[in-house]
Nanobody, 115 residues
Framework: QVQLVESGGGLVQAGGSLRLSCVASGTIFRLNTMDWYRQAPGKQRELVAHDRSSGLTNYADSVKGRFTISRDNGKNEVYLQMNSLKPEDTAIYYC?????????WGQGTQVTVSS
């Protein structure tokens, strides 16, 4: 069973930075994709950043130029560097991994940005 564990969330002032990490375990295969989603109170979960094993990435318009997704070569680890954080970035951030036709979610890590 693939398990994903996020870390790195916390409280930060607007304009600050955080780096989220996600580590997947339980498989010897490289996950096809590893993505970051977020869900703010009262809102639907949304895709923040997407990374394919080929290196292609894409981002939500709201985070372009501020967030960077990266993967550790050869490992099932993904990171999200978040700069110039805004109060509207406050949410629970989830890591999602895809292996074949199966998708797996982490438990999430809280990010709170104060104004």
């Amino acid at each position: 069973q693939v398990q994903l564990v996020e870390s790195g969330g916390g409280l930060v002032q607007a304009g600050g930075s955080l780096r989220l990490s996600c580590v997947a375990s339980g498989t010897i295969f490289r996950l096809n994709t590893m993505d970051w989603y977020r869900q703010a109170p009262g809102k639907q979960r949304e895709l923040v950043a997407h990374d394919r094993s080929s290196g292609l990435t894409n981002y939500a318009d709201s985070v372009k130029g501020r967030f960077t997704i990266s993967r550790d070569n050869g490992k099932n680890e993904v990171y999200l560097q978040m700069n110039s954080l805004k109060p509207e970035d406050t949410a629970i951030y989830y890591c999602r991994g895809q292996l074949g036709s199966y998708g797996y979610w982490g438990q999430g890590t809280q990010v709170t940005v104060s104004s």
